[in-house]
């Protein structure tokens, strides 16, 4: 793409990836939770979520969840349903517990959290669908190549603002750790983050 057409997707990309929504909310709650290093494994899993939205976008897989109410609705009800799980989880979760399931988290399954929490949400492919091919030209190349491109320069710039939000939102959750009382409310208002989020997709019309 040429150079203008690059900075202003790149701009885009950033006022999109900073602005409040789901995935920056998810890794702010889970960093304040477990640590700037957990907030970063997170951020690899809703990437690695990006790369597949990219490969269906650029495949066409994507038009599947636009022109199919079915496929639509079984996405949002698994992504909202895991939402709904980690909200009893939190509500449930003490202060003691909290550094009993940050210790029990391993890598795999932070990593799969992200993964899951992008992957079921089907706006993100539709997303993609509509906001990728602005930046196409056919003039300068194979299209799905571009998409491709495309997609990886969102991923990149969505990894720096989000691995700097788990990274801010893990220093708030290192001072919380030394209160117990702090700890309980931190897992309630995790609870009902993770709550607002269920009913949010839930509430996602096509």
């Not at 969102?154 to 708030?172: D, E």
């Not at 309980?184 to 949010?200: D, E, Q, S, T």
């Amino acid at each position: 793409m040429s150079p203008e057409t690059l900075v202003a997707y790149l701009l885009a990309s950033f006022l999109l990836a900073i602005a409040p929504g789901p995935d920056n909310l998810f890794v702010l709650t889970q960093s304040a939770l477990s640590g700037g290093r957990s907030g970063i494994l997170v951020v690899l899993g809703l990437c690695t979520g990006l790369i597949v939205h990219t490969a269906a976008v650029t495949f066409g897989v994507a038009a599947i969840f636009q022109y199919s109410t079915l496929a639509f609705t079984l996405l949002k009800l698994a992504g909202a349903g895991y939402l709904l799980y980690l909200a009893w989880g939190a509500f449930r979760a003490g202060a003691v517990t909290v550094s009993a399931e940050h210790a029990a988290l391993t890598s795999a399954q932070l990593y799969r959290r992200g993964i899951v929490m992008n992957v079921t949400n089907p706006k993100v492919s539709i997303f993609f669908l509509a906001f990728l091919p602005q930046f196409v030209d056919p003039s300068r190349g194979a299209v799905s190549w571009q998409m491709s491109c495309l997609g990886l320069i969102f991923i990149l710039v969505s990894f720096l603002v989000f691995s700097a939000i788990a990274l801010m939102a893990g220093q708030l959750g290192g001072w919380l750790s030394r209160s117990e009382r702090a700890q309980k409310w931190m897992n309630r208002i995790a609870g009902i983050v993770f709550a607002g989020l269920a009913v949010k997709l839930l509430l996602t019309q096509r």
